[in-house]
């Protein structure tokens, strides 16, 4: 292989390139980059800009990898062999697509993705400021509780039932309700916003999810998720076109730990999906086995109100829930039997970082767990395990 083209310049496109030059491959590493920003990462956006700190955001591309970055440079398709740009084509022996993910958009919000939406929407947070918020999930109330901060006065609709619905039951969503009242915030649950200039506000963010930026590949051949246009890719991460992986918030990869196709919109996906990515590009048809498949226990941790929430794994309608929670912190599980014995397959906590890694190696290993045992918060969750 003399080149490989890497599209996206996020987070895992800046772990494709690194993991090309750690697994040893000496050719040519172009990074196609749409943002007129080198490679930066997106969770201090929200946690660390909109709250004026400095925070240290961009990563060290050309000590990490030679590569041959080009900024404000989208692919606008795919051919076979070829990536296209309006600047030309460059032909090339691998593609690998980190592209992420677009806002969902309202007429008349704005979104928080980028390093330029952060500064826009941090200068507009000022005092006093009337501020609506669509969306209480992970974003909606990562803003909320920046805004309020600043001293904002806060609103948040959301159409569900109660915050986080997407991830969390709402029993538990709602156990964040408080932490939006101790602010002052209003949160009209059950409310959807279908007229923006009618909430009269001077800042209105939409958080409503985001959508793989995959169009430009619609006349490439690649196989893409009808619903959402995740790029569908297998174990190792290879699209439905050799040569071509995808990784990060664009790529829906198969798991056999779940049996089921997964698309992780976090960073921890975008940060370790990539080497395997690589590897299997660099490995070829005939070298593929010998790549470890990609298939983690999902993670993803969110920074709100002051406290973290974090979660692990991947459960189905049917797992059992098991509380584990305590006055003011708490932790949730979701157990499947296995023929071991009891399995946690998920978990969701907050301010409980120790109970975290310790059932996410315990998820990892599969090792059989007690959920008795586990019901008891004074129990460590490590020391809940079967035979
Ligand atoms: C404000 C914010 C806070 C977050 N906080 C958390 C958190 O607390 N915890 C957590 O787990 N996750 C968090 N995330 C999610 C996490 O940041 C993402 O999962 C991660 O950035 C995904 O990395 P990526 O490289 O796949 O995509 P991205 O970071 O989106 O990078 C993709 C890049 O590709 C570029 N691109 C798109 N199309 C093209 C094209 N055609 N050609 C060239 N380039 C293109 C885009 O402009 C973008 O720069 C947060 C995200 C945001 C926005």
């Given at each position: 292989?003399?080149?490989?083209?890497?599209?996206?310049?996020?987070?895992?496109?800046?772990?494709?390139?690194?993991?090309?030059?750690?697994?040893?491959?000496?050719?040519?590493?172009?990074?196609?980059?749409?943002?007129?920003?080198?490679?930066?990462?997106?969770?201090?956006?929200?946690?660390?800009?909109?709250?004026?700190?400095?925070?240290?955001?961009?990563?060290?591309?050309?000590?990490?990898?030679?590569?041959?970055?080009?900024?404000?440079?989208?692919?606008?398709?795919?051919?076979?062999?070829?990536?296209?740009?309006?600047?030309?084509?460059?032909?090339?022996?691998?593609?690998?697509?980190?592209?992420?993910?677009?806002?969902?958009?309202?007429?008349?919000?704005?979104?928080?993705?980028?390093?330029?939406?952060?500064?826009?929407?941090?200068?507009?947070?000022?005092?006093?400021?009337?501020?609506?918020?669509?969306?209480?999930?992970?974003?909606?109330?990562?803003?909320?509780?920046?805004?309020?901060?600043?001293?904002?006065?806060?609103?948040?609709?959301?159409?569900?039932?109660?915050?986080?619905?997407?991830?969390?039951?709402?029993?538990?969503?709602?156990?964040?309700?408080?932490?939006?009242?101790?602010?002052?915030?209003?949160?009209?649950?059950?409310?959807?916003?279908?007229?923006?200039?009618?909430?009269?506000?001077?800042?209105?963010?939409?958080?409503?999810?985001?959508?793989?930026?995959?169009?430009?590949?619609?006349?490439?051949?690649?196989?893409?998720?009808?619903?959402?246009?995740?790029?569908?890719?297998?174990?190792?991460?290879?699209?439905?076109?050799?040569?071509?992986?995808?990784?990060?918030?664009?790529?829906?990869?198969?798991?056999?730990?779940?049996?089921?196709?997964?698309?992780?919109?976090?960073?921890?996906?975008?940060?370790?999906?990539?080497?395997?990515?690589?590897?299997?590009?660099?490995?070829?048809?005939?070298?593929?086995?010998?790549?470890?498949?990609?298939?983690?226990?999902?993670?993803?941790?969110?920074?709100?109100?002051?406290?973290?929430?974090?979660?692990?794994?991947?459960?189905?309608?049917?797992?059992?829930?098991v509380d584990r929670?305590?006055?003011?912190?708490?932790?949730?599980g979701?157990?499947?039997?296995?023929?071991?014995?009891?399995?946690?397959?998920?978990?969701?906590?907050?301010?409980?970082?120790?109970?975290?890694?310790?059932?996410?190696?315990?998820?990892?290993?599969?090792?059989?767990?007690?959920p008795e045992k586990f019901a008891d918060p004074?129990n460590?969750?490590?020391?809940?395990?079967?035979?």
């Amino acid at each position: 292989m003399q080149r490989i083209v890497i599209v996206g310049g996020g987070l895992a496109g800046f772990e494709a390139a690194r993991a090309l030059r750690t697994q040893g491959f000496a050719g040519e590493v172009v990074m196609l980059a749409a943002e007129g920003e080198p490679p930066y990462d997106r969770p201090p956006l929200s946690k660390g800009v909109l709250a004026w700190r400095d925070v240290s955001l961009h990563f060290d591309v050309s000590a990490a990898a030679d590569v041959d970055l080009r900024l404000g440079t989208p692919a606008t398709g795919v051919n076979a062999g070829t990536v296209l740009t309006e600047a030309g084509s460059i032909e090339c022996d691998g593609v690998v697509l980190a592209v992420g993910a677009d806002p969902i958009t309202l007429p008349g919000t704005t979104t928080l993705r980028t390093l330029t939406d952060a500064h826009q929407l941090r200068d507009s947070l000022e005092m006093g400021a009337e501020v609506a918020i669509i969306g209480a999930g992970w974003i909606g109330a990562e803003v909320a509780f920046a805004a309020a901060e600043n001293g904002c006065s806060v609103t948040v609709y959301e159409a569900a039932d109660s915050p986080l619905s997407a991830a969390l039951p709402a029993d538990l969503g709602l156990r964040t309700v408080q932490w939006y009242e101790q602010l002052g915030i209003s949160l009209r649950l059950g409310e959807r916003v279908d007229d923006v200039s009618a909430l009269g506000a001077d800042v209105v963010l939409a958080g409503l999810g985001a959508r793989p930026a995959t169009g430009f590949l619609s006349d490439s051949g690649i196989e893409m998720r009808p619903g959402d246009g995740a790029i569908v890719v297998d174990d190792r991460l290879r699209s439905s076109t050799p040569g071509v992986v995808a990784v990060g918030d664009c790529a829906a990869w198969w798991s056999s730990r779940y049996d089921t196709r997964l698309r992780i919109e976090h960073w921890d996906t975008a940060l370790h999906a990539p080497a395997v990515a690589v590897a299997a590009l660099l490995a070829g048809e005939s070298a593929v086995k010998s790549v470890e498949p990609y298939d983690p226990v999902p993670y993803f941790w969110s920074d709100q109100f002051g406290h973290t929430i974090q979660c692990a794994g991947h459960r189905s309608a049917t797992d059992r829930r098991v509380d584990r929670s305590e006055q003011g912190d708490w932790a949730v599980g979701w157990f499947a039997d296995s023929a071991d014995g009891p399995q946690l397959t998920a978990l969701a906590v907050v301010d409980r970082p120790r109970d975290l890694t310790q059932a996410r190696r315990l998820m990892t290993a599969r090792t059989p767990i007690d959920p008795e045992k586990f019901a008891d918060p004074a129990n460590p969750v490590k020391a809940c395990t079967l035979g």
